[in-house]
């Protein structure tokens, strides 16, 4: 989640005033503690979580594979048996420097599991991204400038649809169409890029398309207000009155006023992605981390589970600060603000 | 437009900031009614509560009785929507996971508006350090996808459907505490509340009496909004088997369960599914029906709009 300027801590206000002169470098350092804040709070939660299992999480791990042998290997290898601040400080300590304790049910390093899994989510991410900005740009565009009209509405309706489908659903449907019934497309799977282009985006497609018709349905709204925000600025009817071309006007002077919105909203999107495509991925028996953390869900793997959700939301930590440092450069009044 | 909440996408924006005066109530309703997506939304919702309500009573079979010589039977007049791998009917399936569903959200949706508002008033009106930790607090759980934290919550609670509940109202308990932070942080500059603090009035008689009324505004779309996001997150939990558990019907798990039969049974996949998509979307309208009312920008337009 990304905070509007005034949130961040005003602590960091009047100590940095005094050491950094420009605005710029202001807004970055307040920006930074914030996020440091809040990414120890995650931390905070993520430790958390196994503390909160009712009874003993290594026993309720190992289940039928209990003996005395392996719960004292595993709590030895966990550190749970220590006293809590000690465990509390090890873990934040460790998972600074990228350790995060190794998993209950094969013993691997958590940090390798998560690495192996990221590019997979990634790519679906992103490819649903792309998939949303195609429905939501020209779509949302089309809603603005046709403000009141049918075609508004018909957008209206169908992001209202888009937004309320839920995404596995749709999902099963387009398998059922496109791989059942047409044979077009396969229905679960994934192959890498450097293996087999071709393979790698038709197992890529429809997952792509599941998610990002929903993110798209959002994306529209959003891409639909932008635009209207700049249409009833003085921008448009300055450029027309010069007697621009429709196309001009559109392209130059709205397209890219509009942009900017919109790529923050694209960013805040791709974070929201990122922890969204849990479902579609055991839908598509993708390999990504939501995948990974359904698995992990499965078999009580406590550590997999606490470096997927610490992983995801750092990543999401980190594009909101990006898209809020983006805008401010962009954008000289919320920096200033 | 940096406040984006999570996966709530129709929350577009800050909330409006004014609440809506007592006097206004009775037209509010009416301008609800006169939208016809709202009007819709609000019709469709009545039968499903009704329908959600009555299930035990409509519901032509019992939702575990097997049939397994009359499994995967298309839709007829004998099963309105068709039968399951195991010959149970899906019609009366759908119709029975329309009430856990609806109770899943409902109390989920509670807590977070109970706990969320709570501390939202309770920080805007305090101020100070105070406020600044509960939301930061809030800025912490805004930092997790909104399914992740429910999925991590239902991992440590064990699968059940409290652990849902909980999971659920956990994860929009910081939209509530923003939304009744910033109202309240408007509110309290206001004439009469200054006024009501000067002449001694008991903070929390002011809370109850001046800020809880002006802010409900706000509070009703993102009540109505989160019970369509609610929907949407128990669906998707019961899906990947955390929350109701089998046998009893949910549509998440239906459709969980429909996967095997994606070629030879469409009616399986189809019914639960549209079973969620309408009941979201039902919610979904309504709250921004309502939003088109409590909002006066957007309300001036409605009315203009009707005038011309």
Not at chain 1, 211 to 223: H, Q
Not at chain 2, 57 to 63: D, F, K, R, S
Not at chain 2, 91 to 108: D, G, K, N, Y
Not at chain 2, 170 to 188: D, E, G, K, N
């Amino acid at each position: 989640m990304s905070a509007a300027p005034q949130n961040a801590a005003p602590a960091s206000q009047t100590a940095s005033s005094k050491v950094l002169s420009s605005p710029v470098l202001r807004f970055l350092a307040r920006r930074l503690l914030y996020t440091a804040v809040v990414l120890l709070g995650v931390m905070v939660v993520v430790f958390a979580l196994v503390q909160l299992v009712p009874g003993d999480p290594i026993r309720i791990a190992l289940g039928t594979r209990y003996t005395p042998e392996t719960y004292a290997a595993l709590q030895a290898a966990s550190g749970l048996d220590r006293p809590l601040p000690v465990q509390f400080f090890s873990y934040i300590g460790s998972a600074l420097t990228g350790d995060l304790g190794v998993s209950f049910r094969n013993g691997a390093p958590v940090t390798l599991l998560l690495l192996e899994r990221l590019p997979a989510t990634l790519t679906l991410a992103l490819g649903g991204l792309v998939v949303a900005l195609l429905i939501a740009i020209p779509l949302g565009t089309l809603a603005a400038l046709k403000e009141g009209g049918w075609a508004d509405g018909v957008v209206r309706v169908l992001s209202q649809i888009g937004v309320s489908v839920p995404d596995f659903w749709m999902g099963m449907l387009l398998i059922t169409l496109f791989s059942t019934v047409l044979g077009w497309l396969p229905s679960a799977g994934y192959t890498p890029f450097t293996q087999d282009p071709a393979g790698w985006l038709s197992h890529l497609l429809l997952p792509a398309v599941t998610v990002g018709l929903v993110s798209g349905a959002i994306m529209t709204r959003y891409v639909r207000a932008a635009v209207l925000d700049v249409a009833h600025a003085g921008v448009i009817r300055t450029a027309r009155s010069k007697g621009l071309r429709r196309a001009v006007v559109l392209g130059r002077h709205l397209g890219r006023n509009a942009l900017v919105p919109v790529l923050t909203i694209a960013g805040i999107q791709l974070a929201t992605l990122l922890g969204g495509v849990i479902v579609v991925e055991v839908v598509f028996a993708w390999p990504g981390l939501g995948r990974m953390m359904f698995d992990a869900v499965s078999s009580r793997d406590y550590p997999v589970i606490q470096g997927a959700v610490l992983l995801i939301a750092v990543i999401f930590l980190l594009i909101n600060l990006i898209v809020d440092l983006l805008y401010a450069i962009v954008d000289p009044r919320i920096r200033l603000a | 437009m940096s406040q984006l909440a999570p996966g709530a996408g129709a929350a577009s924006g800050p909330a409006p900031e004014t609440g809506t005066p007592g006097s206004r109530r009775a037209s509010a309703w009416r301008l609800l009614l006169s939208s016809p997506t709202g009007a819709a939304g609000l019709v469709v919702l009545a039968v499903l509560i009704l329908a959600a309500v009555t299930a035990r009573w409509l519901a032509p079979y019992g939702p575990n009785d097997i049939d397994v010589p009359n499994a995967l039977a298309p839709p007829s007049g004998r099963n309105w929507l068709g039968t399951d791998e195991l010959g149970r009917d899906v019609f009366s399936r759908v119709l029975l996971a329309a009430e856990v569903s609806l109770q899943v959200a409902l109390v989920s949706v509670a807590i977070a508006l109970v706990v969320g508002v709570t501390f939202g008033v309770i920080a805007g009106y305090a101020g100070g350090w105070l406020d600044l930790v509960v939301m930061r607090s809030a800025d912490v759980l805004f930092a997790f996808p909104i399914l992740l934290l429910a999925l991590a919550i239902v991992a440590i609670q064990g699968p059940a459907i409290s652990s849902v509940m909980i999971a659920i109202g956990v994860v929009y308990t910081p939209i509530f505490a923003r939304v009744a932070r910033a109202s309240t942080l408007s509110l309290r500059q206001e004439p009469y509340v200054q006024a009501a603090r000067t002449m001694g009035v008991p903070t929390w008689q002011i809370l109850l009496r001046h800020i809880l009324p002006g802010i409900s505004g706000p509070v009703t779309v993102q009540t109505s909004i989160s019970l369509a996001f609610a929907i949407l997150s128990e669906a998707a939990l019961s899906f990947l088997g955390l929350g109701v558990q089998p046998p009893n019907p949910s549509w998440g798990r239906m459709l969980f369960d429909a996967q095997g039969f994606l070629a030879s049974a469409w009616w399986m996949a189809v019914f639960p599914g549209l079973a969620i998509l309408v009941t979201v979307l039902a919610f979904n309208l309504v709250g921004d029906a309502v939003r088109d009312v409590l909002d006066p920008r957007q309300r001036s337009m409605i009315e203009s709009r009707r005038k011309r």
